[in-house]
């Protein structure tokens, strides 16, 4: 029963945030010209729904023909094409997922840093150089001249440990790039979201210098780096083991789906089991508390920082290793970084709460891309998902509300204060 | 004299805390008295104001105004019927100005804006009937806690409350202040007002109150005039059985010296130097009071002794050892236990679980962690040997502990700083806000810790507790100790002369002098 309760207040409140961010979208809907619920249908067809979804209902269950010509209703989640959606979700939560991680290890030792998408972009610039320039090394300590020709069993020994030192190096860099302004915040009390909000401007910056001149591989009208080694390379489901199978087919989720669910958990353990963890958390929950219990609350602070950055790096490494194999300009504004922050702070900073929300969040970004292939412009989509994230934000707000609500009761006698109608 | 309220068989569960915290209460209050209520931390006295308040919705029973049965279920509705209430924490905008607090949601508007020269004018008019005046322009952060709580009554007479209920106001109040508070509401129970009083002082109660209800326990445990009961009395009624406002100790057996501090300077919030030139000396078997007006360095010197704050010059010696610079964990791991000043933000961490609270001082030792990995079923049993050693009531292994009361949060605090045998403990104000009962308790451990051998360093701005308790007492005025003297030269105006400047010295001229006036 106390459960029971406890899933429907847990729930109740994102659902409502939801329909309120339709509603108050709707404005901005019918200024476009274009009807709210065709709109909204679309978007979440576009986003969670199969092949050929139109209707709300079709996000459960769907008509379709049969070879044959007759017509059956399925169960639209895991139906053929409906599922590549699944697919396409888990390509889009692999680096939310991450960053969302890394902004609540942060969130949960105090320190506000927003600096995903600095980290993200260093990590990912990182693996971009060394996913090639470290098989070339590599092959030329063994002496081979022409990769392809490189024996079979060196070649083994690189798709394991090439990647492995990339997404390394990857982590190292974001979490050093991390620690830097929590080293700012725990020695010169500089506030850090500031601080991360300028670390991530010259990030973009750096990265975009660095893909435009010295890592700029040929005379492409966008400025691009050189592509990854096969060896560097995650390969995707459907270019790999799962070639064959159609639900994979349009997405290129890969390997890193599995490793953020593993630090999902991992983080989660760190949290929750760990001294460490403890020592991050209880700075957090009062700084004086943990001081006075004999924290060392610097090094716990400046620990989260780099765990974080850590987690971020890991992403941007992910996304080049396993997705995009190059980094090209205009990579560095992707904003991944960002997403994980208000996922973040949707999931209440709850280890769990992030995987439930991420898919959401990316569903809803699908949809949002999508929607511009029917009439509906692509902008609306953007307005949508930011009203959402608004009124999810405003729980308390409508916790209150709802509260109220529930109290509200008709008898309540304002206007005759001797009245008698308020007898209980 | 006619109710002004009444309060029939109020019945409140708590079934977050499994908490039955009013049982069946009943409360008649007449019209124009003060009526004090009083009862341990816990007792439900929040609890049934914040009923009649509209804050929280009772279970059973109902509340009658003017003899008529009335439904609050919104602060709206008892502001509406005549009642204000002013809360154990402030409720103010420290950033707005009095004036702006006073009237934030019935401001006077021209064409919609905030006109906010009628609005001081206004503030002003009313602080001046009331005999309570206030300068309208200052900001709430910026004046002090006595006149902050001036502003809150001001609040909620300019909402015409008829019915002040006032919880535990003078908790918060230097006794200047709360001498000044008596008298206010005194007057504004001579306007015919109606003052519900929830105090932990009895003498208070004594001071202001027509009359007094006890709760224990969640129960009305009876009513009566103010006049007719002692304060001994009171609090045997509260606690339910006889408490001892005594404390029995044996003539101390001081041992090795523990704690030298030597020439102490501490700087104090914005690098101002708090504590000047402070030495002292601390040795087993003994309790160490240091009495003082707040405010004149001793909470800088404990946060020096303990290691949450830097010494600028001088030097602390804990059992021979230089512990100058020493991290809190060093100081602790030697035998330093610290009961903080502040238990809600410093002793303990209210956004967390018992268990998580009990093992901070511990957690990277074993059995309570190995490796670096928790291992809870060490924790869940520390946890639940301080909460049976020391009968925390209503607190729960794993659960939550904002809502327990102080005497019980007070408790786990103690429970897990004595746990390991102390050498030194050092204690400030350790009984403030809590109730006779919980005092009691508190005196009593520290005495037999005394008495197992341990040092004592207790830091109080109550002169009652310093005597009651120490075997020796220091007096620090303006960041300096400026006397320190043997319990048994120790008298309660001596020591006052002392907090409040004169120096030994100058007392000891003046007895000559006044030896000399009066001739044998
Ligand atoms: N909101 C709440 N939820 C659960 N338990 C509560 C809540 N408020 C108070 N309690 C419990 O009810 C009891 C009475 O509390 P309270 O009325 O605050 O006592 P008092 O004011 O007399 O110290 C306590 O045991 C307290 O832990
Ligand atoms: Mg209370």
């Given at each position: 029963?106390?459960?029971?309760?406890?899933?429907?207040?847990?729930?109740?409140?994102?659902?409502?945030?939801?329909?309120?961010?339709?509603?108050?979208?709707?404005?901005?809907?019918?200024?476009?010209?274009?009807?709210?619920?065709?709109?909204?249908?679309?978007?979440?067809?576009?986003?969670?729904?199969?092949?050929?979804?139109?209707?709300?209902?079709?996000?459960?269950?769907?008509e379709?023909?049969?070879?044959?010509?007759?017509?059956?209703?399925?169960?639209?989640?895991?139906?053929?094409?409906?599922?590549?959606?699944?697919?396409?979700?888990?390509?889009?939560?692999?680096?939310?997922?991450?960053?969302?991680?890394?902004?609540?290890?942060?969130?949960?030792?105090?320190?506000?840093?927003?600096?995903?998408?600095?980290?993200?972009?260093?990590?990912?610039?990182?693996?971009?150089?060394?996913?090639?320039?470290?098989?070339?090394?590599?092959?030329?300590l063994?002496?081979?001249?022409?990769?392809?020709?490189?024996?079979?069993?060196?070649?083994?020994?690189?798709?394991?440990?090439?990647?492995?030192?990339?997404?390394?190096?990857?982590?190292?860099v974001?979490?050093?790039?991390?620690?830097?302004?929590?080293?700012?915040?725990?020695?010169?009390?500089?506030?850090?979201?500031i601080?991360?909000?300028?670390?991530?401007?010259?990030?973009?910056?750096?990265?975009?210098y660095?893909?435009?001149?010295?890592?700029?591989?040929?005379?492409?009208?966008?400025?691009?780096?050189?592509?990854?080694?096969?060896?560097a390379?995650?390969?995707?489901?459907?270019?790999?083991?799962?070639?064959?199978?159609?639900w994979?087919?349009?997405?290129?989720?890969?390997?890193?789906?599995?490793?953020?669910?593993?630090a999902?958990?991992?983080?989660?353990?760190?949290?929750?089991?760990?001294?460490?963890?403890y020592?991050?958390?209880?700075t957090r929950?009062?700084?004086?508390?943990?001081?006075?219990?004999?924290?060392?609350?610097?090094?716990?602070?400046?620990?989260?920082?780099?765990?974080?950055?850590?987690?971020?790096?890991?992403?941007?490494?992910?996304?080049?290793?396993?997705?995009e194999?190059?980094?090209?300009?205009?990579?560095?504004?992707?904003?991944?970084?960002?997403?994980?922050?208000?996922?973040?702070?949707?999931?209440?900073?709850?280890?769990?709460?992030?995987?439930?929300?991420?898919?959401?969040?990316?569903?809803?970004?699908?949809?949002?891309?999508?929607?511009?292939?029917?009439?509906?412009?692509?902008?609306?989509?953007?307005?949508?998902i930011?009203?959402?994230?608004?009124?999810?934000a405003?729980?308390?707000?409508?916790?209150?509300?709802?509260?109220?609500?529930?109290?509200?009761?008709?008898?309540?006698?304002?206007?005759a204060?001797?009245?008698?109608?308020?007898?209980? | 004299?006619?109710?002004a309220?009444?309060?029939?068989?109020?019945?409140?569960?708590?079934?977050?805390?499994?908490?039955?915290?009013?049982?069946?209460?009943?409360?008649?209050?007449?019209?124009?008295?003060?009526?004090?209520?009083?009862?341990?931390?816990?007792a439900?006295?929040?609890?049934?104001?914040?009923?009649?308040?509209?804050?929280?919705?009772?279970?059973e029973?109902?509340?009658?105004?003017?003899?008529?049965p009335?439904?609050?279920?919104?602060?709206?509705?008892?502001?509406?019927?005549?009642?204000?209430?002013v809360?154990?924490?402030?409720?103010?905008?420290?950033?707005?100005?009095?004036?702006?607090?006073i009237?934030?949601?019935?401001?006077?508007?021209?064409?919609?804006?905030?006109?906010?020269?009628?609005?001081a004018?206004k503030?002003?008019?009313?602080?001046?009937?009331?005999?309570?005046?206030?300068?309208?322009?200052?900001?709430?952060?910026?004046?002090?806690?006595?006149?902050?709580?001036?502003?809150?009554?001001?609040?909620?007479?300019?909402?015409?409350?008829?019915?002040?209920i006032?919880d535990?106001p003078?908790?918060?109040l230097?006794?200047?202040?709360?001498?000044?508070?008596l008298?206010?509401?005194?007057?504004?129970?001579?306007?015919?007002?109606?003052?519900?009083?929830?105090?932990?002082?009895?003498a208070?109660?004594?001071?202001?109150?027509?009359?007094?209800?006890?709760?224990?326990?969640?129960?009305?445990?009876?009513?009566?005039?103010?006049?007719d009961?002692?304060?001994?009395?009171?609090?045997?009624?509260?606690?339910?059985?006889?408490?001892?406002?005594?404390?029995d100790?044996?003539?101390?057996?001081?041992?090795?010296?523990?704690?030298?501090?030597?020439?102490?300077?501490?700087?104090?919030a914005g690098?101002?130097?708090?504590?000047?030139?402070a030495?002292?000396?601390?040795?087993?078997?003994?309790?160490l009071?240091?009495?003082?007006?707040?405010?004149?360095?001793?909470?800088?010197?404990?946060?020096?002794?303990?290691?949450?704050?830097?010494?600028d010059?001088?030097?602390?010696?804990?059992?021979?050892?230089?512990?100058?610079?020493?991290?809190?964990?060093?100081?602790?791991?030697?035998?330093?236990?610290?009961?903080?000043?502040?238990?809600?933000?410093?002793?303990?961490?209210?956004?967390?679980?018992?268990?998580?609270?009990?093992?901070?001082?511990?957690?990277?030792?074993?059995?309570?962690?190995?490796?670096?990995?928790?291992?809870?079923?060490?924790?869940?049993?520390?946890?639940?040997e301080?909460?049976?050693?020391?009968?925390?009531?209503?607190?729960?292994?794993?659960?939550?502990?904002?809502?327990?009361?102080?005497?019980?949060?007070?408790?786990?605090?103690?429970?897990?700083?004595?746990?390991?045998?102390?050498?030194?403990?050092?204690?400030?104000?350790?009984?403030?806000?809590?109730?006779?009962?919980?005092?009691?308790?508190v005196?009593?451990?520290?005495?037999?810790?005394?008495?197992?051998?341990?040092?004592?360093?207790?830091?109080?701005?109550?002169?009652?507790?310093?005597?009651?308790?120490?075997?020796?007492?220091?007096?620090?005025?303006?960041?300096?100790?400026?006397?320190?003297?043997?319990?048994?030269?120790?008298?309660?105006?001596?020591?006052?002369?002392?907090?409040a400047?004169?120096?030994?010295?100058?007392?000891?001229?003046d007895?000559?002098?006044?030896?000399?006036?009066t001739p044998?």
């Amino acid at each position: 029963m106390k459960f029971l309760r406890r899933t429907f207040d847990n729930l109740s409140i994102p659902v409502i945030a939801v329909l309120l961010g339709l509603v108050a979208s709707s404005l901005f809907v019918a200024l476009a010209n274009v009807s709210p619920i065709d709109t909204y249908q679309r978007l979440f067809c576009e986003g969670f729904g199969p092949r050929g979804c139109e209707t709300f209902g079709d996000l459960v269950f769907i008509e379709v023909e049969n070879e044959d010509g007759s017509l059956q209703t399925v169960f639209s989640p895991l139906y053929g094409s409906g599922g590549s959606r699944i697919a396409l979700i888990l390509e889009q939560i692999t680096p939310l997922i991450l960053t969302a991680l890394s902004a609540a290890v942060a969130f949960q030792a105090g320190m506000f840093s927003i600096g995903m998408d600095g980290q993200f972009v260093m990590g990912a610039i990182t693996v971009a150089f060394l996913g090639y320039a470290l098989p070339d090394q590599i092959y030329m300590l063994a002496g081979v001249s022409d990769p392809e020709a490189a024996p079979e069993a060196l070649k083994t020994a690189m798709h394991l440990i090439v990647p492995l030192i990339c997404l390394s190096a990857a982590m190292a860099v974001g979490a050093i790039y991390s620690w830097i302004p929590g080293y700012f915040k725990v020695k010169l009390n500089v506030n850090v979201l500031i601080s991360t909000i300028i670390f991530n401007a010259i990030a973009v910056q750096l990265v975009g210098y660095l893909v435009n001149y010295p890592l700029r591989s040929d005379l492409n009208n966008i400025a691009r780096t050189r592509r990854i080694d096969d060896t560097a390379w995650l390969i995707p489901f459907n270019r790999g083991i799962f070639a064959d199978v159609e639900w994979f087919s349009g997405a290129r989720v890969g390997i890193g789906i599995f490793i953020a669910l593993a630090a999902v958990a991992l983080v989660w353990f760190y949290l929750r089991r760990t001294t460490a963890g403890y020592e991050q958390r209880m700075t957090r929950g009062s700084s004086l508390f943990a001081r006075f219990g004999g924290i060392p609350t610097d090094r716990a602070a400046l620990r989260a920082m780099l765990i974080s950055g850590a987690l971020s790096g890991l992403a941007g490494a992910l996304a080049v290793l396993g997705v995009e194999r190059r980094i090209v300009d205009g990579f560095a504004t992707s904003g991944v970084g960002f997403e994980g922050v208000l996922v973040a702070i949707l999931a209440k900073e709850s280890i769990i709460g992030i995987l439930l929300v991420a898919p959401f969040i990316a569903g809803l970004n699908l949809g949002a891309t999508n929607l511009q292939f029917g009439d509906i412009p692509r902008q609306l989509g953007g307005i949508i998902i930011s009203f959402i994230i608004l009124f999810s934000a405003m729980e308390d707000f409508i916790r209150a509300r709802l509260t109220a609500l529930f109290k509200w009761r008709p008898t309540r006698q304002r206007s005759a204060p001797d009245g008698e109608g308020a007898a209980a | 004299m006619t109710s002004a309220v009444e309060i029939q068989h109020i019945r409140k569960f708590f079934s977050s805390s499994q908490v039955l915290a009013c049982d069946d209460v009943s409360l008649d209050v007449k019209k124009g008295e003060v009526h004090a209520i009083v009862g341990e931390n816990g007792a439900g006295k929040t609890t049934l104001m914040s009923i009649l308040y509209g804050l929280v919705t009772p279970d059973e029973g109902q509340i009658l105004i003017d003899g008529k049965p009335v439904r609050i279920s919104h602060p709206n509705d008892a502001i509406f019927h005549g009642i204000g209430m002013v809360h154990q924490h402030f409720k103010l905008v420290p950033s707005f100005t009095i004036a702006e607090n006073i009237m934030l949601g019935i401001e006077p508007n021209r064409a919609g804006f905030i006109d906010s020269a009628t609005e001081a004018e206004k503030v002003k008019q009313l602080a001046e009937s009331f005999g309570l005046p206030v300068d309208p322009h200052l900001r709430i952060r910026d004046i002090s806690v006595g006149l902050q709580q001036r502003v809150e009554i001001l609040k909620i007479l300019q909402r015409n409350a008829q019915v002040l209920i006032l919880d535990e106001p003078t908790a918060v109040l230097t006794p200047q202040e709360v001498r000044e508070f008596l008298t206010v509401v005194r007057s504004l129970a001579q306007t015919g007002r109606t003052i519900l009083f929830i105090t932990h002082k009895l003498a208070e109660v004594k001071a202001i109150a027509d009359r007094v209800t006890i709760m224990r326990r969640g129960r009305n445990v009876g009513t009566h005039d103010a006049k007719d009961l002692t304060i001994r009395e009171m609090a045997n009624l509260m606690v339910g059985r006889v408490v001892s406002l005594q404390v029995d100790k044996s003539p101390a057996k001081p041992g090795e010296v523990i704690l030298q501090a030597e020439r102490l300077l501490v700087a104090g919030a914005g690098g101002i130097p708090a504590v000047f030139d402070a030495s002292l000396e601390l040795r087993a078997g003994e309790i160490l009071g240091i009495a003082g007006v707040s405010g004149n360095g001793q909470t800088e010197l404990v946060e020096a002794l303990v290691g949450m704050r830097p010494v600028d010059e001088g030097q602390i010696t804990f059992l021979g050892e230089d512990i100058t610079s020493a991290t809190v964990r060093e100081r602790r791991l030697s035998g330093l236990a610290h009961v903080p000043e502040d238990r809600m933000t410093t002793g303990l961490n209210l956004t967390t679980n018992l268990d998580e609270n009990v093992v901070v001082t511990n957690y990277q030792n074993e059995p309570y962690s190995r490796r670096g990995i928790f291992q809870f079923a060490a924790i869940r049993r520390l946890a639940q040997e301080i909460v049976d050693r020391f009968a925390v009531k209503s607190a729960r292994v794993g659960e939550d502990i904002k809502t327990l009361s102080g005497g019980n949060l007070q408790k786990i605090v103690l429970g897990r700083e004595l746990k390991g045998d102390p050498k030194l403990i050092i204690a400030n104000q350790p009984t403030r806000g809590l109730d006779v009962g919980s005092i009691e308790f508190v005196h009593k451990t520290l005495v037999e810790e005394r008495d197992k051998g341990s040092a004592v360093l207790l830091v109080s701005v109550e002169l009652d507790e310093i005597l009651a308790l120490s075997d020796r007492i220091a007096v620090m005025f303006a960041g300096r100790i400026v006397a320190v003297l043997d319990r048994s030269e120790a008298t309660e105006e001596k020591l006052g002369l002392l907090m409040a400047g004169s120096t030994l010295e100058s007392l000891e001229h003046d007895e000559a002098a006044a030896e000399k006036a009066t001739p044998v």
